[in-house]
């Protein structure tokens, strides 16, 4: 199984200063988005609160997390981003992908639209 990317565009709830553009590792395996840290102060976005989560090997780590507006396939959502170390790459997490009814074919590497958003 290979990894699937998605072009992402983020910017502050607020709307202002600006926006934050890169391809993202679409991981459902990640509850919540990550973008480095210095990436999210430049477009004005400030943590409001932290949470510990459990990393791919194991270890727990506390971040600090803020609020974005989160773009990519056409479709607008908002949600938790967790400030990452500025060398990792953005991480697109399952709560953002489920939100707006896009779920990861693993088998062909890509992202695909749900019919509907289930609501039951």
Known sequence: ??????????????????????????????????????ELAKIGIKPIGSMI?????????SYPFGLAQIEFMGEITAGRVIFGPDNADPILGVTALESVGITVDPANRVLKKLPAIPLK
């Open 1 to 38: 199984m290979g990894l699937t990317h998605v072009e992402v565009t983020l910017r502050s709830v607020s709307g202002k200063n600006g926006e934050y553009q890169s391809q993202f590792l679409a991981d459902t395996g990640a509850t919540d988005s990550l973008v480095p840290s210095s």
């Open 53 to 61: 989560y459990e990393l791919a090997d194991g270890t727990r780590q």
